[in-house]
């Protein structure tokens, strides 16, 4: 089972990778939109861009970012239940423990009266 640790240190490895993926589609954006010539020396990859209307390029990336941002609302959604079912559970168990010394300290008592 995860600790709490690690899920902290996950969840920090998410917003960095979240982090360097915004940043590449800002660079996407930034190179769709700029006026200026491709700097790409393959052929290839000018080709796929010139394929594809900077309109629709920018719809895309828009469309993956959305997708992207309603992703990540849904994990920490998920992580804030999580949250709450450990803390249950931890509830849990010590009430379970309270009960069982109690259940303990009772025959202790019965015993003493026999």
Avoid at 23 to 34: D, H
Avoid at 97 to 114: N, Q
Wanted: aromatic residues 8%; negative net charge; hydrophobic residues 30%.
């Amino acid at each position: 089972m995860a600790t709490w640790e690690d899920l902290d240190s996950k969840s920090e490895s998410d917003k960095h990778d979240a982090d360097e993926n915004a940043k590449v589609a800002m660079g996407l954006v930034a190179t769709v939109t700029s006026e200026a010539e491709p700097k790409s020396n393959s052929e290839e990859e000018n080709e796929v861009y010139s394929k594809i209307p900077k309109e629709k390029l920018i719809e895309y990336l828009k469309e993956l970012l959305t997708h992207f941002e309603l992703r990540t609302n849904k994990l920490k959604d998920l992580k804030e239940k999580y949250v709450d079912l450990m803390k249950q559970q931890e509830s849990t168990i010590l009430d379970l423990k309270a009960y069982e010394e109690g259940l303990r300290d009772f025959g202790f008592i019965c015993k003493t009266y026999e």
